[in-house]
């Protein structure tokens, strides 16, 4: 399947994505598994502009980690979800990896990249939840 196809077949759906749905629950166990730190979540459902319901933010402390929690949110989706990423990009770079499910976004970053692009200051118009 390729990905528009994917892409026009999961379009947002009229029941919309909450903090208690399963792919949700899903990827911040996966992130808490793999020891992912500073993970939030950021409610883009009122931003008008905003691409996605939800953005999972998360912390790796080095890049074996970083990998490690993209890895198994992917895994853990599939098994519990039976979702495929949309898209995922950073992988080779090692310093942000971005994983999209259409509906929620994950972001795993390294913590200089965290600082530099502030995506929560970004979004600040969006709840904001911490999940430690």
Same mark, same amino acid.
């Given at each position: 399947?390729?990905?528009?196809?994917?892409?026009?077949?999961?379009?947002?759906?009229?029941?919309r994505l909450t903090r208690n749905s399963?792919?949700?629950?899903?990827?911040?166990?996966?992130?808490?598994?793999?020891?992912? &730190?500073?993970?939030?979540?950021?409610?883009?459902?009122?931003?008008? &502009?905003?691409?996605?319901?939800?953005?999972?933010?998360?912390?790796?402390?080095?890049?074996?980690?970083?990998?490690?929690?993209?890895?198994?949110?992917?895994? &853990?989706?599939?098994?519990?979800?039976? &979702?495929?990423?949309?898209?995922?990009?950073?992988?080779?770079?090692?310093?942000?990896?971005?994983?999209?499910?259409?509906?929620?976004?994950?972001?795993?970053?390294?913590?200089?990249?965290?600082?530099?692009?502030?995506?929560?200051e970004m979004w600040s118009d969006a709840?904001?939840?911490?999940?430690?």
């Amino acid at each position: 399947m390729n990905n528009l196809t994917a892409l026009e077949s999961r379009k947002k759906s009229i029941t919309r994505l909450t903090r208690n749905s399963k792919i949700f629950k899903t990827i911040i166990h996966a992130i808490e598994e793999k020891k992912g &730190e500073k993970i939030v979540s950021l409610d883009l459902r009122k931003i008008p &502009e905003a691409v996605s319901d939800f953005f999972i933010v998360c912390e790796a402390n080095n890049t074996t980690q970083l990998r490690a929690i993209a890895d198994s949110v992917e895994y &853990e989706v599939k098994q519990k979800c039976g &979702e495929l990423p949309y898209k995922h990009e950073g992988k080779q770079a090692q310093q942000w990896i971005l994983i999209d499910y259409i509906n929620v976004v994950v972001h795993i970053m390294m913590p200089d990249p965290r600082k530099f692009y502030q995506l929560e200051e970004m979004w600040s118009d969006a709840p904001m939840m911490e999940h430690e």
